[in-house]
């Protein structure tokens, strides 16, 4: 079994910075790409960055300049650095991960960690 185990929310004010984590442990082959999303309240959720097994990154445009992922599948974990938060970034992040299990690639997801930004 594959578990995705997200931590580093919380409350900060605008301005401020965060820096979500999300661990990867089961019995497992490999992973491939691993993503955080994020989903508001009354609003679907939304993709917020990637990072490939070869490193490569990729951003929602809403968050470009401001958030960095790191981590991969090198360290079987994830990291989401947030700075210069916004009210707008108010929501439950989750982690994801395409996991290889056996032959098998499957969609494994965090259980989600509240971030808001408020004064």
């Known amino acids: 079994q594959v578990q995705l185990v997200e931590s580093g929310g919380g409350l900060v004010q605008p301005g401020g910075s965060l820096r979500l984590s999300c661990a990867a442990s089961g019995s497992f082959f490999r992973i491939g790409v691993m993503a955080w999303y994020r989903q508001a309240p009354g609003k679907q959720r939304e993709l917020v960055a990637t990072i490939a097994s070869t490193g490569i990154t990729n951003y929602a445009e809403s968050v470009k300049g401001r958030f960095t992922i790191s981590g991969g599948n090198a360290r079987n974990a994830v990291y989401l650095q947030m700075n210069s938060l916004k009210p707008e970034d108010t929501a439950v992040y989750y982690c994801?991960?395409?996991?290889?299990?056996?032959?098998?690639?499957?969609?494994?997801w965090g259980q989600g960690t509240q971030v808001t930004v408020s004064s």
């Open positions: 994801n991960a395409g996991v290889r299990v056996g032959v098998t690639w499957g969609d494994y």
